[in-house]
């Protein structure tokens, strides 16, 4: 029976040092492995720069008659981002689909990362979350919590944690 393993990511590298440990610790036979890449949703930049190199004519104010600023939308950004992360994994993704494991890569646009990732192990059935954490300890424990650790008691499948060093 296939195993759905959710491995959350963020755009911290130390969250991705995961991705090194798999192998130890899941074997590829039977494992599917969810990269679920959760980050903010982009609110919009407003409007993208217009390009000052191109050789446009110039109306009597100085602007040019060619392309003008136009307006960069959140669904914009969340296309963008979705491609940026695509291509970033893109070696990891085919490394370890080489050592013989079914991955495949999904972008989650939310602010309640904990939230998302106990919505997604109920709705995808995964059997097993396997992430890396910074294992804070005292008063940085109390201020900045662990994400690990609050998706730990809010599930009751497996967690695989590491602490990486550094």
Known sequence: MTKNILVPLTKSAFSQKI???IKKFIPPEDSKL???????????T????????????????????GPKAH???????EDSIQSDVEVALLSVTNKLKQQG??????????????GEIVRIVKRDKIDMIA??????????RFFFG?????????????????????
């Not at 307006?71 to 950004?77: C, D, H, I, N, T």
């Not at 079914?102 to 602010?111: A, G, I, L």
């Not at 992430?131 to 940085?140: E, F, K, N």
Request: glycine content about 6%.
């Open 46 to 65: 407003g409007f993208a720069a217009t390009d000052y190199r191109s050789d446009y004519a110039l109306e009597s104010d100085g602007e040019p008659l």
């Open 34 to 44: 969810i990269l679920y890449y959760v980050t903010k949703p982009p609110k919009g």
């Open 71 to 77: 307006p960069v939308f959140p669904s914009q950004e």
């Open 101 to 114: 494991y079914d991955v495949s890569t999904q972008v989650c646009f939310v602010d309640d990362v904990v």
């Open 19 to 21: 991705l090194g440990e």
């Open 131 to 140: 992430m890396s954490t910074r294992a804070r300890v005292g008063m940085l």
């Open 146 to 166: 662990d994400i690990a650790e609050k998706v730990m008691q809010r599930v009751d499948i497996p967690v695989l944690l590491i602490h990486p060093k550094g």
